[in-house]
């Protein structure tokens, strides 16, 4: 994998191959997308900011363990694999892969691998049809194999309505290919080392050259930013349809944003409008959005989320959420839980079949079974400097508006008055109410009416 370029025309501090599309970065995809390949080993060449891309792979989990080779200059493809050499060892296949994400699907590799064995091919690439082959070289075939690749600069009129382009997923015979590139020059606008310039040598030689076509949704590689936002779309097109085939309904698959590897049950609809990002994972039945974002979020079967935003929360089977919630880290649901409109919680969980209908904010609080929390209840759990717990027992039923005042428990079947400002702990079926006595004050109205008519 070839991960040491600067990314230069992204403009930005971060390497490119970690940049993320749909969720995860490039390399991660090139990564997923090269299991298909059944790699004994990966080399990934890094460069500038090898240490972040270290950090990053290691997260991930890949095996086999990656190997990584630092290329101290940037002095092209071909000087990247080169540099690659010692690592890659002597076995007999090498594929190499741009770390900027040519998008092949797994298929286009099976197929690449396949016939670059049955034609007893030198090197074999997977090519692609661009909507745009702008600045790209041509590909030149004659029937599977490849005759040349003609920069837009070189190509005759003709060849440039060529619309098929070479991507940089290339398998060689690991021989072939570090014999033929330190013969490798530089002669050419960016003075690199091409690594493209290998199958010009392998040809000569008489070699074979295969040109094996694959599906990229019409874009190759992500250069910039507008090349990051087309691999976007079409990445989520391909995940929106995957889903869609598991038997997940998309009402609008043009605006349902969904990340790689976000795993939904059949039977759920997802709304317009709707983000379903990172490690989200979500049942079976459910209905969620319309506009509504779920981030690390995991949701049980047949629950429904409406115009709502959850973040690393669980929500429990059949629990119903929104509109207009907000689920933060800690947030856990059992089954059968209602959270109604502008309710915030945080770092609680709520009992079976609880409500939290209305205008509420629960944090570090832990709340029993078919409790009822009033309209407007907060729990009052930061007092300046540390945050304390409220405990709820099952059944309680907090009347509207009180304040709970943590660290503070309110026993089994509690119930507390309207209003209240409840400090102290309320005993199992006991009923708490801490507010004025109320003044009625007779004929208050007529009253002040006649006086403001004499003025
Ligand atoms: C490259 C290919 C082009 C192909 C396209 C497909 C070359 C010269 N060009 O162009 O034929 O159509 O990919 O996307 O191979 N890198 C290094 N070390 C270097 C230079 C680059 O590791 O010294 C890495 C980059 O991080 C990147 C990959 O190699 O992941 C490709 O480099 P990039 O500059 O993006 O090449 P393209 O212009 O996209
Ligand atoms: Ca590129």
Not at 39 to 48: A, E, L, N, Q, S
Not at 57 to 81: C, D, K, N, R, Y
Request: some cysteine.
């Amino acid at each position: 994998m070839l991960a040491a370029g600067k990314g230069k025309r992204l403009r930005s501090s971060t390497p490119k191959v970690l940049h993320p599309v749909c969720g995860r970065p490039l390399l991660w995809h090139v990564l997923q997308t090269v299991r298909a390949a059944r790699p004994t080993k990966i080399v990934i060449v890094v460069g500038p900011g090898a240490d972040d891309v270290r950090e990053a792979v290691a997260s991930w989990g890949i095996t086999p363990a990656p190997i990584f080779v630092e290329q101290t200059e940037q002095l092209g493809t071909g000087h990247a694999v080169l540099a690659a050499e010692r690592a890659v060892g002597r076995v007999t296949e090498v594929l190499v892969a741009n770390g900027d994400f040519d998008p092949v699907r797994p298929e286009d590799l099976r197929a690449l691998l396949r016939t670059h064995r049955r034609t007893k091919s030198a090197a074999s690439v997977v090519t692609a049809e661009m909507d745009e082959p702008g600045g790209y070289g041509r590909v030149i075939r004659e029937g599977d194999r490849l005759v040349a690749i003609h920069e837009p600069a070189d190509a005759s009129g003709a060849e440039l309505g060529i619309r098929e382009g070479a991507t940089n997923w290339i398998v060689f015979r690991r021989a072939d290919l570090y014999r033929a590139l330190p013969l490798v020059g530089r002669e050419n606008r960016q003075r690199e080392h091409y690594l493209k310039d290998v199958y010009e040598i392998l040809l000569d030689r008489g070699e074979r050259v295969s040109a094996v076509r694959g599906e990229t949704g019409g874009t190759i590689g992500a250069n910039s930013r507008a090349g990051l936002a087309t691999l976007e779309e079409v990445l989520r097109s391909r995940i929106n349809a995957a889903h869609m085939d598991a038997g997940v309904t998309l009402l609008d698959p043009a605006t349902t944003y969904i990340d790689a590897g976000v795993k939904i049950g059949p039977d759920t609809v997802v709304l317009p409008l709707t983000f379903l990002e990172g490690d989200t994972v979500i049942g079976r039945g459910c209905r969620i959005g319309p506009s509504t974002r779920l981030l690390d979020t995991r949701v049980a079967d047949a629950a429904q989320v409406t115009f709502s935003v959850a973040e690393g929360a669980r929500i429990g089977r059949g629990a119903d959420v929104g509109p207009f919630a907000r689920l933060r880290p800690g947030t856990v649901l059992a089954a059968g839980v209602h959270v109604g409109s502008y309710v915030e919680i945080k770092a609680s969980s709520i009992g079976r079949d609880t409500k939290v209908p209305h205008l509420s904010y629960v944090g570090d609080a832990t709340v029993g079974r078919r409790a009822n929390i009033g309209a407007a209840t907060v729990t009052v759990n930061y007092d300046g400097y540390d945050k304390h717990p409220t405990v709820i027992g099952d059944d309680a039923r907090i009347g509207s508006d009180t304040m709970l005042v943590a660290p503070v428990k309110v026993g089994k079947g509690g119930v507390t008055g309207a209003g209240s400002v409840i400090t102290k702990d309320v005993p199992a079926g006991a009923l708490a109410v801490e507010r004025g006595e109320q003044r009625t004050v007779k004929g208050y109205r007529r009253r002040r009416d006649s006086e403001h008519r004499g003025s």
